[in-house]
């Protein structure tokens, strides 16, 4: 059995009790026989349970859940599925008497509409009320679906950009400057020590969001130059196991930026007044928050209902909440009684104005789709397995580089051969689906990856006391690098710096601890 399948079984197997749910052994077959109880809606979920404690509890006490009879907390069921099978069935089983879809991006709503686990949006006083308060776009972002009959199929009830969050105190005492752009976070300015780790990033498996950010990057600069930029700021920085590691780290000063989707940017700075979240110039995109009927909702009056409500101006006020810290979709949220009570509630509003005035990439989300998988896992075997030959290797280029030991146009070449990709964009699209169905194959491919980009830091590493040769008038000059092999200092550290010696070290391990780390994940 598939691995992932296996884990979105189990998952709603635990779920089942919850459900109060029994099974029922039919003489022929086994068949799941959902038990009466006080449910009057079902919504499953991406978001934690601070978003939907306090949007429950809300809920219940307006006007919107009396006019459908809902008096209380225990009349709505919140299912917390993070894996896509898991959310898929739940959408689609009438087993689950799930009525609503909330929470968890644009990709995954359009896979459950592909797949035809959506219904369409077609009751017109509930368009009217989402096309009054919701603009088609947001900052050049698609905040509505629709399907080839032009039906809504689903609208965001928030929005999120991707950026960084800075700790000023950090950056100053570090002597960096105050980034703007991905590329300042993969200059050479950047660099400090090997020791010092300035930026933290999340390995691309562990964090949803984190993977986004890449996925930003890379359609920004293009696939060369964009994981040219990631191994860069690999180099400048630290790999952590998730969002949230990565968002503590620039909290406590461990870095001095981290990259952040903008709710964690701004949970960090009612932490350590000294952070601040950035949207790069001119790089980064606008997420709505998507939510929908199931494929067939047992409470459509109900589920109405609570759409009604995520749309009013109270309801979209409690995105403000202090513990959740996300950007509403209507404008007057921050006018509302609840959003006053927040002392930084005019810093916060500042963000917002800038998110939506900030010009976003044109994102292509198909492109992102049919790659994502291959992406998550040549991130890990690339840059997080190999992080201390990527690190050394950097090193060693920088403080050459900034000592005066050869050109910009010779770093250039270096870089060229140290942030090289171990596929083509091509190829990542091409083996996209067996990344996701083959453990065995994707493990495989791993190994290989993390050998070719190791073999990538051991040339970069040699190139560094190499001859470097110009391009004249004449023809081919050759300039003697001002670095020799035997004045290049070796980096140090704690740990031996030889790339290769490190690869050698790490590969005989990593073909067993993948599968057993997959198993541990979502």
Known sequence: MKLKHLTGMLFLLLLIPSLNMQVAVAEEKEDLIPVTNATKLAIVTRHD???????????????????????????????????????????????????????????????????????????????????????????GAEMKSYNDNDEMMWASSAISSFGFTVNHNELEARGLPVPSTWEDLASPDFFTSVSQANIGMGNAPDTTSNTRIYQIILQKYGWERGWQILYNMAGNGKIYGGSIETRTSVVTGETAVAITIDFYGLIAMTENPATEYIVPANGSIVNGDPISYSKAPPHEDAANAFIEFIYSQDGQAL???????????????????????????????????????????????????????????????????????????WGDIMNAYKGGGFSDDRFDQINAVFGQPAITQEYAIEIEERMVDDPAFRVTKQGEWTETVTANFVRAEEMISEDETVISVSGTETLTSLVSASSVAPTTTDIPLNAFSVFVGMIASVMIIQLIRRKNRR
């Open 319 to 393: 995105w403000l909440d202090p513990s959740i810290n996300r950007m509403p979709i209507r404008q007057d949220a921050f006018s509302a009684p609840f959003a006053l009570k927040r002392s930084d509630i005019d810093v916060i509003y500042g963000i917002y104005n800038e998110t939506l005035l900030n010009e976003g990439i044109e994102f292509d989300e198909d492109l992102a789709l049919s790659l994502e998988e291959t992406m998550r896992y040549h991130f890990e075997a690339t840059i997080d397995i190999p992080h201390t030959a990527l690190k050394a290797t």
């Open 49 to 139: 349970s601070a978003i939907t404690n306090l949007f429950i509890a809300e809920f219940v006490k307006s006007e919107y859940a009396a006019k459908v009879g809902i008096t209380s907390n225990d009349e709505v069921d919140i299912l917390p599925i993070t894996t896509y099978d898991g959310f898929s069935k739940a959408m689609s089983n009438p087993l689950f008497d799930v009525s609503l879809g909330w929470g968890g991006g644009p990709t995954l709503f359009n896979n459950l509409a592909a797949e035809g686990s959506i219904k369409p949006i077609t009751n017109t006083t509930l368009l009217g009320i989402i096309n009054g308060v919701l603009p088609d776009l947001i900052a």
